[in-house]
């Protein structure tokens, strides 16, 4: 069973960085794509980044470019977001996000992720 943990959410003022961390265990090799995806109160979860786990294959949502960069570590099965010059609209809660690749499906369909972390929360201030 995959189980997926986050960790480096905060409180930090517009213009700060933060990196958050999830740990992935019991991954196997069809598990191959992971994801960050967020929510913030009253809108729905929407994609942020995703990497291929063979190749490091990337892409953001249009919001987050030049912002934020994903990156995993194999030897330690982790996965990093980097997020610099945060805006008050990056508010949410952040999770993380482990599946499979389905070449008719584009990386950032929700759909592609069968585990799903317990979320941490990400808080931007004026």
């Known amino acids: 069973q995959v189980q997926l943990v986050e960790s480096g959410g905060g409180l930090v003022q517009a213009g700060g960085s933060l990196r958050l961390s999830c740990v992935v265990s019991?991954?196997?090799?069809?598990?191959?794509?992971m994801g960050w995806f967020r929510q913030a109160p009253g809108k729905e979860r929407e994609f942020v980044a995703t990497i291929t786990w063979s190749g490091g294959t990337s892409s953001y949502t249009d919001s987050v470019k030049g912002r934020f960069t994903i990156s995993r570590d194999d030897a330690k099965n982790t996965v990093y977001l980097q997020m610099n010059t945060l805006k008050p609209e990056d508010s949410a809660i952040y999770y993380c996000?482990?599946?499979?690749?389905?070449?008719?499906?584009?990386?950032?369909?929700?759909?592609?992720?069968?585990?799903w972390g317990q979320g941490t929360q990400v808080t931007v201030s004026l």
């Open positions: 019991g991954r196997t090799r069809s598990t191959n794509l």
């Open positions: 996000a482990a599946g499979s690749i389905i070449p008719s499906l584009t990386f950032s369909n929700s759909r592609l992720y069968s585990y």
